[in-house]
């Protein structure tokens, strides 16, 4: 294995939201400096790391200082513009890279390439005119939902569909962007693996999550979530399919629905999850240390955990209820975002809810 | 109790290295934005907070630029310059108070304050001139260590006494630096308790930790020590009575012997200290957190365990030894120090060794 990154080195971040303000605490436990790229003003990374640019993503003078300063460079969201990452490739590596990242940026490629390694999906088709709508919908059947390919998170960009009649209609309401309808799955429930591959190859995953949402945004994950140790096992192995096909590096989270012919894979995002934040409080070496271990150069921690979490998310006016929480034996983590809006990640609170006996196993 | 600071209003922190690192982390943790002020060049925590300022103690104007750019001002050591403080007060609060800091910065002030209390210390002395110190040695009884009165750490200015004869040489070594003269205390082991109080007077502590050091600096910290249940409440309730006797708002690390006779109290720290790192690991409120909370008017945590923890401290040339720690089931902390140094704090590593059953009691 080849050495890790010195100590000192600066690793850069695009995006400074709540994952690159977590992502930058990570580093800077590790010893690295963190130089956060992010076009909008006051970015939560920003209290917690040694330099920020604030540049839009089509400054490549900005792109390009910015790439040079870092010795490697890694993001915390998925939609990072191909021609950012265009600017910034020749200077300096990428981790995770770039096919995980157009994989995750396109449904449909993503659809393609997780049925294509032989895992399952909800059945899929491509739609951009009316009559293939039709087309599409004979082959996902009814309910489905109609999703825009590229951009769309927290429920945004998302449609549902019960009739053919609506196709027009459904159509008009995404503006004409390409979009994927997929077919309705009758799951249970989502659960989630957070895994991470290292730059030697091996693969880590900490025990699977299992989420609540409401109104499309991440609630609540509860571990363990409830899944036979078959299941678990199962959920853990289709998260180290993705890694290796994609020979990744750095923590991916991969959303899977429970249903009664097994698991589903919803989708991946190439970067450290919202439902992976319980390991903050349930690991020794939590998602961001992870991720930080994995690009630069560190072996992985086992994703061990000593302890049942439950994590819950703080969204919008949820923040309000920090007074009271703080009075409660829970660990706290506010992103310091100034403005309260609705639908807005504020925050997230972890709870001890049983204890395991041993840290290590 | 009153309303604690906004979301969003910066912390100051005089001090730039570890201490001031974690404690900035964990001010972002619950929102607020942390300003340094370090004399020193890339302070270990200037790479987690939102501004940082260079400048030496008796630099006014810089002092009160700082001051007038935080909501309240907290420190990382104990040796802040009196009149550094004196620039700060008139802009802003202090916590903890001028006062904790005034006594621990004298070993002499702390003991008498210690034994005004009630507390059991050392049997000391002070010295200034041979006269004093033959006086004062038969206060003592020998072995008897002279110690400089003030700024003193990590066993520096201490000098060891086995005869009467070495007086006028142990003297001439502390260049005529106003000195305490303390008597042996035969202890078994030593402990500390990390507590803390709030704005509004409540009181919370952990669990108390047994330290080990080797050549005066602190090696290892493992919790919980070895006292009886009869003997860790009388430890908490000796750093209760020093808290209260304070008015003290924040964080305190108090070191005790064991002896035959019950503790004896060593000495205290105005601020978190290196004896709770293991918090970080073993609660869900760490003593960097707790502090914040205190001094932002929060309810304070609890104080409660989840885990057996040992801390090691990574001293000098100890840090090498991260590439094979990084292979264990181990939380690592480093503190960005660009330059190995013997004797130089470099990091610490918690590990646990046990589990508690839950979370909550």
Chains 1, 2 share one sequence.
Not at 166 to 193: D, H, N, P, T
Not at 215 to 235: F, H, K, M, Q, W
Not at 289 to 310: C, F, K, N, S, Y
Request: proline residues 6%; negative net charge.
């Amino acid at each position: 294995m080849a050495d890790p990154l010195p100590q000192g080195s600066v690793i850069g971040i695009l995006g400074g939201g709540q994952l690159g303000r977590m992502l930058s605490v990570a580093a800077a436990r590790l010893g690295y400096r963190t130089h956060v790229f992010e076009p909008g003003a006051d970015p939560p990374a920003g209290d917690v790391s040694a330099r920020v640019t604030r540049a839009p993503y089509d400054d490549v003078a900005a792109l390009r200082a910015f790439a040079e300063s870092v010795a490697v460079v890694t993001y915390e969201f998925e939609n990072v513009p191909a021609k950012a990452l265009d600017v910034i490739e020749p200077l300096c590596p990428i981790r995770p890279g770039r096919r995980a990242l157009a994989i995750s940026q396109d449904r449909l490629a993503e659809k393609t390439f997780l049925t294509d390694i032989g895992l399952k999906t909800a059945p899929f088709a491509a739609v951009a005119t009316p009559a293939e709508f039709e087309a599409a919908l004979v082959r996902t059947g009814m309910p489905a939902i109609l999703k825009t390919r590229r951009l769309g998170y927290d429920g945004k960009g998302q449609v549902r569909i019960a009739a053919p009649a609506e196709a027009e209609a459904v159509l008009a309401a995404i503006q004409g962007a390409e979009a994927i309808l997929e077919g309705w799955v009758g799951f249970s429930r989502e659960v989630s693996v957070i895994a991470a591959r290292g730059m030697d190859g091996r693969i880590a995953a900490y025990d699977p999550g299992e989420n609540l949402h409401e109104d499309g945004i991440l609630r609540r994950t509860t571990v363990p979530a409830r899944l036979s140790r078959a299941e678990a096992t199962d959920a853990v192995l289709i998260a180290g399919r993705i890694l290796n096909a994609l020979d990744y590096v750095g923590v991916i989270g991969v959303e899977l629905f429970v249903t009664p012919e097994g698991f589903v894979v919803n989708e991946f995002a190439p970067r450290v999850h919202n439902s992976g934040h319980w390991t903050q409080t349930g690991c020794l070496v939590d998602q961001f240390e992870q991720h930080v271990r994995a690009i630069a150069g560190w072996p992985l921690g086992d994703g061990a955990r000593h302890a049942d979490v439950t994590m819950e998310n703080l969204i919008g006016d949820d923040v309000l209820r920090v007074a009271e929480i703080a009075w409660e034996p829970a660990s706290i983590h506010l992103y310091g975002k100034g403005e309260v809006r609705p639908g807005r990640k504020m925050g997230h609170v972890n709870r001890i809810t049983g204890g395991v006996t041993s840290g290590r196993r």
